[in-house]
């Protein structure tokens, strides 16, 4: 009988025993954390938690060798030491620690955010942040004028509910154009990172967990676009993920005016947008519209906007008496406001009248135009008599 010694004695102990508690495991697709291990026999019974972004402490109990797809994850680094992850009860002590040190939700008038931003903001960009904070529920309406850095300052409120762990989900709804923009603003500026809900997240996603995954649940921060919004299939998936009212949570909706109503009837029509946006506002607990051009001119509309932002204080169809109503939940400043007050060192549009020397007959601007008329006028006529394709493609052209 050879007396050398057996060699990977250690990787067999480990497949037959199973993951030490406190390890890290893959098991049915998903990350685990091991609370507890308990061999019996040639069995090992594991408790687990979920680490994954959309199961965040779920527990599954497994036996560690019926499972057809367990594996350890870096099983050579647990075993190698100091490097080994801590004991469930150190880590926890360091998260608390973690918890207790950040900024207490008593004081309102303490900020965080600005400080930890990679940003420096502007001094009138800290008054939505404090009106934001004066409130028990943020339901601002931050409607400075363009280039005033409207998102910068949503970005420090988000920040600041963060830091102060008010909000632990949030949706951001935005124009198309400017879906990945919000993105990339937040991720660089605020170190935040935010999923574009689209259709390809949608089925990478079906991809990883099955087609009857809803998208919603896999994450806790999105970007959206008003596009997808107004789709009922997708609604359907928000309305599950928040419920009838969802703690913590959190909505910025970009271009807010296009969710009011443009209607001079007494009693306003909600449009398609209108309606998606009035039935998952109610279920946020914090909402935050921000729009350049909050009133169309029609106060009924604009009633109807305020109503969905804070139900409590505004009613559709009763005209909002004035800025002393308005003043609680809405900023709203000029250029010409910030420059006055804030000093701020803004450009300032100047408009210099141009005298055209030549005849307005003769300009050539309006030759070039004339002339572009009368090529769309004998192109189309030349596709009066072609197919509908040859028409649409002629109409692109002329129209484009």
């Given at each position: 009988m050879s007396t050398e010694p057996e060699l990977f004695t250690d990787a067999r102990d480990l497949t037959r025993s199973g993951p030490e508690r406190g390890s890290f495991v893959r098991v049915r697709q998903r990350r685990w954390m091991v609370e507890r291990a308990e061999p019996f026999d040639a069995l090992t019974a594991l408790d687990l938690a979920c680490v994954e972004d959309d199961a965040q402490g779920e527990?599954?109990?497994?036996?560690?060798?019926?499972?057809?797809?367990?594996?350890?994850?870096?099983?050579?680094?647990?075993?190698?030491?100091?490097?080994?992850?801590?004991?469930?009860?150190?880590?926890?002590?360091?998260?608390?620690?973690?918890?207790?040190?950040?900024?207490?939700?008593?004081?309102?008038?303490?900020?965080?955010?600005?400080?930890?931003?990679?940003?420096?903001?502007?001094?009138?960009?800290?008054?939505?942040?404090?009106?934001?904070?004066?409130?028990?529920?943020?339901?601002?309406?931050?409607?400075?004028?363009?280039?005033?850095?409207?998102?910068?300052?949503?970005?420090?409120?988000?920040?600041?509910?963060?830091?102060?762990?008010?909000?632990?989900?949030?949706?951001?709804?935005?124009?198309?154009?400017?879906?990945?923009?919000?993105?990339?603003?937040?991720?660089?500026?605020?170190?935040?990172?935010?999923?574009?809900?689209?259709?390809?997240?949608?089925?990478?996603?079906?991809?990883?967990?099955?087609?009857?995954?809803?998208?919603?649940?896999?994450?806790?921060?999105?970007?959206?676009?008003?596009?997808?919004?107004?789709?009922?299939?997708?609604?359907?998936?928000?309305?599950?993920?928040?419920?009838?009212?969802?703690?913590?949570?959190?909505?910025?909706?970009?271009?807010?005016?296009?969710?009011?109503?443009?209607?001079?009837?007494?009693?306003?029509?909600?449009?398609?947008?209108?309606?998606?946006?009035r039935d998952i506002a109610r279920r946020f607990e914090h909402r935050l519209f921000l729009s350049a051009t909050p009133h169309n001119g029609h106060s009924n509309s604009f009633s109807s906007l305020m109503h969905i932002l804070d139900p409590q204080r505004f009613t559709r169809g009763i005209d909002i008496s004035g800025p002393a109503q308005l003043a609680p939940v809405m900023v709203r400043r000029l250029k010409a406001d910030v420059r006055r007050f804030a000093n701020a060192s803004l450009p300032e549009r100047k408009l210099v009248e141009v005298a055209l020397d030549v005849a307005v007959d003769d300009a050539p601007e309006l030759q070039l135009a004339e002339r572009l008329a009368e090529y769309d006028d004998a192109l189309s006529a030349r596709a009066e008599g072609a197919d509908k394709r040859a028409r649409g493609l002629v109409r692109i052209a002329v129209e484009g």
């Open positions: 527990r599954l109990s497994v036996i560690w060798e019926a499972e057809p797809d367990a594996s350890v994850i870096d099983a050579a680094r647990a075993r190698s030491g100091p490097l080994r992850p801590d004991p469930p009860e150190r880590f926890a002590a360091y998260l608390h620690a973690l918890r207790w040190g950040c900024v207490t939700a008593t004081d309102p008038t303490l900020f965080q955010a600005p400080l930890r931003a990679g940003i420096i903001p502007k001094s009138y960009q800290l008054e939505p942040l404090r009106k934001a904070l004066a409130l028990p529920r943020v339901n601002l309406f931050i409607a400075d004028d363009v280039g005033l850095g409207k998102t910068i300052e949503a970005g420090l409120v988000l920040h600041e509910l963060l830091l102060r762990h008010r909000v632990h989900r949030a949706v951001i709804a935005a124009p198309p154009s400017v879906v990945l923009q919000w993105r990339d603003e937040l991720r660089q500026r605020f170190g935040l990172d935010f999923t574009v809900y689209d259709r390809a997240f949608i089925l990478d996603q079906r991809r990883r967990r099955g087609f009857g995954v809803n998208p919603w649940t896999t994450r806790a921060f999105f970007v959206v676009s008003h596009a997808l919004l107004r789709d009922e299939d997708h609604l359907t998936g928000l309305r599950d993920w928040l419920g009838d009212f969802a703690s913590g949570s959190m909505l910025i909706l970009d271009e807010a005016h296009v969710a009011a109503p443009a209607s001079a009837s007494r009693y306003a029509v909600d449009t398609q947008i209108t309606r998606a946006v």
